[in-house]
């Protein structure tokens, strides 16, 4: 069983920063697609960043761009997202996913190729 667990939201000031972690398991994490989600209230889920299999190839939305990167551990199991310049409007659950279904050297921006998901974790930015 694939099992994604998300940790390190929290509530954080306007311009600070947050770094995100998301670790798998049940799975050959090396040949997974990583990707970072979020749903703010009232709104859809939507992109934010995705990685290749070694980390090579990465895509971040434009609405982060600049502020937001995204990296991986392959020995740890473990995708991170370091959240820098934070704004209000960054306010979401930030949502980890895998895509197993992927070549060496892909990343997808979209949600649908993503067959497992993590719970979310909370990162509110507000004085």
């Known amino acids: 069983q694939v099992q994604l667990t998300e940790s390190g939201g929290g509530l954080v000031e306007p311009g600070g920063s947050r770094s995100l972690s998301c670790t798998v398991s049940?799975?050959?994490?090396?040949?997974?697609?990583m990707g970072w989600f979020r749903q703010a209230p009232g709104k859809e889920r939507e992109f934010v960043a995705t990685?290749?299999?070694?980390?090579?190839?990465?895509s971040v939305a434009d609405s982060v761009r600049g502020r937001f990167s995204i990296s991986r551990d392959n020995a740890q199991n473990t995708v991170y997202l370091q959240m820098n310049r934070l704004k209000p409007e960054d306010t979401a659950v930030y949502f980890c996913?895998?895509?197993?279904?992927?070549?060496?050297?892909?990343?997808?921006?979209?949600?649908?190729?993503?067959?497992?998901w993590g719970r979310g974790t909370q990162v509110t930015v507000s004085s």
């Open positions: 996913a895998a895509d197993d279904n992927s070549v060496s050297g892909a990343y997808s921006e979209t949600s649908d190729r993503y067959e497992y």
């Open positions: 990685i290749s299999w070694r980390g090579t190839r990465k």
């Open positions: 049940g799975r050959t994490f090396g040949s997974l697609v």
